[in-house]
């Protein structure tokens, strides 16, 4: 028996473009099944692919990194990206920004893989703070608790939720 391991792949933009509909596929998951990060059902294709779109630009001007995790097959499972074009006083810090995991893919540890990727790279480009946020009371706040992240506080009524329900958003940073 082989064990096949997965896989995390950091993308270029030109590998993201390639690879759009696969990720596009994680987002619209994850929009669909609740999550809140920042788009509104009805959720489609077409906005779906604008995202990453924007984001593959984002990233050939070298603003931020996309992380993937494959599955045996090969097929983007889970996504996570870290935003490192900061103002100039703040060359120390990065956002780290949509966390995402199909959900056949949930409870296997597949986001912390990531975010222990993610800080690695964050290390590798000397950035010493992170920080997120993430809707107060969701599974990933408690998630993010357990992978060592402090919270800040939260801010009431901070957005919506893909079906129009007001959210809380608890802030979180980790110093590396």
């Known amino acids: 028996m082989t064990l096949v391991l997965p896989r ?8 993201l473009t390639t690879r759009l509909d696969e990720l596009c596929e994680v987002l619209e998951n994850c929009v669909q099944g609740g999550a809140s990060v920042s788009f509104m ?32 097959s090969g097929a983007i499972i889970g996504t996570v990206q870290l935003i ?6 703040q060359p120390h810090r990065a956002d780290v920004s949509k966390l995402l995991v199909h ?9 912390g893989r990531l975010m222990t990727q993610l800080e690695t790279v964050a290390r590798n480009c000397g950035k010493t703070v992170l920080v997120l946020d993430t809707s107060t009371g969701s599974g990933a706040e408690t998630f993010y608790s357990r992978m060592g ?18 959210t809380a958003t608890s802030v979180f940073y980790k110093f590396l």
């Open 103 to 111: 959900d056949s893919a949930r409870r296997q540890g597949v986001a």
């Open 8 to 15: 995390i792949a950091m993308l270029d933009a030109d590998t």
């Open 41 to 72: 059902l009805p959720f489609d294709r077409d906005k779906s692919r604008a995202f990453w779109q924007n984001v593959a630009r984002s990233v050939a001007r070298n603003e931020r990194i996309v992380l993937v995790e494959e599955d045996a």
């Open 84 to 89: 490192t074009d900061q103002p100039e006083n």
């Open 149 to 166: 992240w402090q919270k800040v506080g939260e801010i009431p009524r901070y957005a919506l939720m893909p079906d129009g329900e007001m």
